[in-house]
């Protein structure tokens, strides 16, 4: 990939990423962790594999 792919794909996990963030602010808001623990426990999954991917575009970037 070139650089400005990676750049395409990292600015793409940010929209994943703040969604994502947003989704778990309103599910923590309203209590909905509790009430449907399994859907919280994806939703920080999702989180999280973001921002692995995330990084390692950024670190690829960084070697390019």
């Known amino acids: 990939?070139?650089?400005d792919e990676h750049q395409q794909v990292v600015d793409e996990l940010?929209?994943?990423i703040d969604d994502t963030q947003h989704t778990i602010e309103r599910f923590e808001a309203t209590g909905m962790d509790h009430e449907m623990p399994e859907d919280?426990?994806?939703l920080?999954?999702?989180l999280d594999?973001?921002?692995t991917q995330q990084r390692v575009h950024t670190l690829?970037?960084?070697d390019a």
Do not use: C, G, S, W
Request: glycine share 0%.
């Open 14 to 16: 940010q929209v994943v």
């Open 60 to 62: 690829a970037m960084l």
């Open 1 to 3: 990939m070139t650089v």
């Open 44 to 46: 920080l999954a999702i």
């Open 49 to 51: 594999d973001a921002v």
């Open 40 to 42: 919280y426990d994806r």
